[in-house]
């Protein structure tokens, strides 16, 4: 099958572009010093391919469902979920999943709340923690004057406390890499007083936006750079987008714009609309997409298209399965050569 | 089960709204005068549980998917794609289907192209077409003074052509209604001009903001009345909101705000944030909306609120089912009493 026989809207991966923004990373993060984040791609057979080009054994994930998944897929030797839970039967059973496979699950805490209830599944196998501190993203993590004491509890209820996470989520996106080096600085300044009250080897920060910027953080948790976005791309990244959604043109008007069957429902809106490269997107709506053109490229019915999404990780998330191209291969250009389910949807 | 023990985030359906704006439509729109859209809500259990209650026989929808579920869930005896489609080898399918089962598919069309992929389709079963005109969304659709040709071409490659489709779609969810109404008609207007010239007994129009404004259309579809969403819920309609998301807080802080577990992958945003009742949405990321809370309201770590979509379509697009709540029954207040699988997602 070709790219081109794929029913539409069909998301599919450039694998050059994907081995590529895999190896740029990988040299920079070798192994143990970058752990992908599963929630910007959501699909196991993308990770095992990345472990096996690249050799990273360790992930992190965003939801249980996405720990479950990686570890029923054997990605689950050392995984973070990089996020608090509240849910301890379900934590209990991949800790107990953990134990029979031998894998360590971390799980990121920032409460006692969250500390007993990874206490609770620490009963039924290998969990840890790590203490989520808020370094200036409003959302989850404690103060850094707080992380002491909370290490101080899980040490009390008997749970590993591996180390500090502090995820610097609102300097990521920023275009101006002076600005957002300045500000990894000042983020990790408040990690770093977390950890020197908490101790321990790991300190887990940065993401697709910084990941060349740290040179404390011991682990790099970044997703996004495997498939990018146009989102990423303004930011002169050496990631290529890696992902496309190939849609048809289902009609066209002279009124100077045509329509395409790839919508609301096919992409992450919260940064705006996707792209088309030379078009002019102006109007989504469930399953399509307006679009105008330059005068010399007038499409026709039955035309296809490919879509740039502006945010990759809500995009994949609409997404049963990813096409992988072979886009290197001279004699099978647009080739489908593969199909990734996106396993990890859902919660 | 109840409520409250559902894993987080989870999509639920308020059963007594449901019936609600169910009861309140078909008191308006009776019978065939409806077609309820199926890609509002994208499960066939929820349909055929309105079919059941109201007696609506004929349904639309805007996927191939869509239509090759409803058609296997028993709700095709006469369906409409409205929408264009090129896909010849999936509308033939669909069209034998229909012949074994006795089910008549319409197909919107608007190009000799799409009436092209009917012609070969309706080789294998009953297809027929409406014409689909602009009147006013910059989306699909003829101009009103080409349809009498395309009915023309259509009815030479021997389809039948059941009448004319035009969507107000630029109208619908304006919150000035005497504006919307003066909106409708001149839209209708324009579909007069095209019905004039098409002919047949079908004139398809209108949505959930304009369900009541149309005099003239022999049916209107409508698909988020059923559910409803915050944007729609600014119309003042007579439908209440019976799709929430359940979450539970994860993360609270002495700055003033908290964090639950539902975020960009659980509702649709091209409509904005989602709303939390009495609490103020800040901030949504993957799986996170950080949110305010008014003094004497602090959250505690543990609870769960309900959030309220902005956008229903893109947002049921993202959940696997809806947990059916009897909200009426009072013993039962916040029993889960069915699961309905969003089984139409995807293309």
């Known amino acids: 099958m070709r790219l081109a026989d794929l029913p539409t809207p069909a998301a599919w991966v450039d694998l050059t572009a994907l081995d590529h923004n895999t190896d740029v990373m990988a040299r920079h993060r070798p192994g143990a010093s970058l752990r992908p984040h599963a929630k910007a791609v959501k699909s196991t057979p993308l990770l095992a391919h990345v472990r096996n080009r690249a050799g990273h054994e360790r992930f992190c994930c965003a ?4 720990a479950e998944g990686l570890v029923a897929a054997g990605l689950g030797t050392d995984l973070l979920v990089a996020n608090e839970t509240l849910d301890a039967p379900r934590l209990g059973r991949l800790a107990a999943a953990g134990r029979a496979g031998g894998g360590l699950l971390t799980i990121a805490v920032d409460s006692p709340e ?3 209830t990874a206490a609770a599944a620490a009963r039924l196998g290998p ?6 501190v808020n370094v200036g993203l409003p959302r989850c993590g404690c103060r850094p004057d707080q992380a002491g004491h909370l290490a101080e509890l899980a040490r009390g209820a008997g749970i590993e406390v591996r180390g500090v996470m502090g995820y610097e989520g609102h300097v990521v996106g920023n275009p101006d890499r002076a600005w957002r080096s300045e500000q990894v600085g000042k983020s990790m300044e408040l990690l770093r007083v977390a950890h020197d009250a908490v101790g321990g080897e790991v300190i887990s920060a940065g993401g697709t936006g910084t990941y060349d910027l740290h040179q404390w953080a011991s682990e790099i948790q970044a997703g996004s750079y495997l498939l990018m976005d ?6 002169g990244l050496p990631f290529r987008q890696a992902l496309f959604v190939e849609a048809t043109v289902l009609s066209v008007n002279d009124d100077g714009y045509a329509v395409a069957d790839a919508g609301l429902k096919a992409f992450g809106m919260d940064h705006g609309d996707p792209e088309i490269e030379g078009r002019g997107v102006f109007f989504c709506s469930d399953e399509h997409v307006s679009f105008t053109w330059d005068a010399p490229r007038r499409p026709r019915v039955g035309d ?3 879509m740039l999404p502006a ?9 049963e399965h990813l096409a992988v191209i072979d886009t290197a291969d001279p004699d099978g250009g647009g080739q489908v050569i593969d199909t990734w389910p996106v396993d990890l949807r859902g919660w």
Chains 1, 2 share one sequence.
Not at 311 to 319: C, E, G, K, L, R
Request: no cysteine.
């Open 304 to 306: 296809r298209i490919r």
């Open 127 to 132: 969990v840890a923690t790590l203490i989520d």
């Open 114 to 116: 969250t500390i007993q």
């Open 230 to 235: 146009t989102h990423y791309g303004r930011l």
């Open 311 to 319: 945010h990759i990780d809500p995009t994949v998330a609409y997404h």
């Open 63 to 66: 939801t249980l469902r996405e």
